[in-house]
Nanobody, 124 residues
Framework: QVQLVESGGGLVQTGGSLRLSCAAS????????MGWFRQAPGKEREFVAA????????LYADFVKGRFIISRDSAKNTVYLQMNSLKPEDTAIYYC?????????????????WGQGTQVTVSS
């Protein structure tokens, strides 16, 4: 079992930055691929970014390329999402997810464990 706890969300103005963190329990964090997803009101949950066992393997949704960076620190059992140049359309609940696969990719069904989410609100 893996438990995930997100933090770092909040209210920010357009163009601002936030760094989300996802702390994972368990001693096998380094064997999980990790992902970030988001869900805006009235919309389906969508993929944002993923990182494999090998932190050099990263995948991003087109709408965040060049603005968001996913990273992981296995010593701290934590994955991060650095979000820059935020836009009002980035407003959503952001979820962290873990997969036993080496690289989980963008599909929601590939992830076995999910956090409770953290709210990000970008004001115009």
């Amino acid at each position: 079992q893996v438990q995930l706890v997100e933090s770092g969300g909040g209210l920010v103005q357009t163009g601002g930055s936030l760094r989300l963190s996802c702390a994972a329990s368990g001693r096998t964090f380094s064997t999980y691929a990790m992902g970030w997803f988001r869900q805006a009101p009235g919309k389906e949950r969508e993929f944002v970014a993923a990182i494999g066992w090998n932190p050099g393997i990263r995948l991003y949704a087109d709408f965040v390329k060049g603005r968001f960076i996913i990273s992981r620190d296995s010593a701290k059992n934590t994955v991060y999402l650095q979000m820059n140049s935020l836009k009002p359309e980035d407003t959503a609940i952001y979820y962290c997810a873990a997969s036993r696969g080496a690289v989980a990719g963008s599909g929601l069904s590939r992830y076995e464990y999910w956090g409770q989410g953290t709210q990000v609100t970008v004001s115009s």
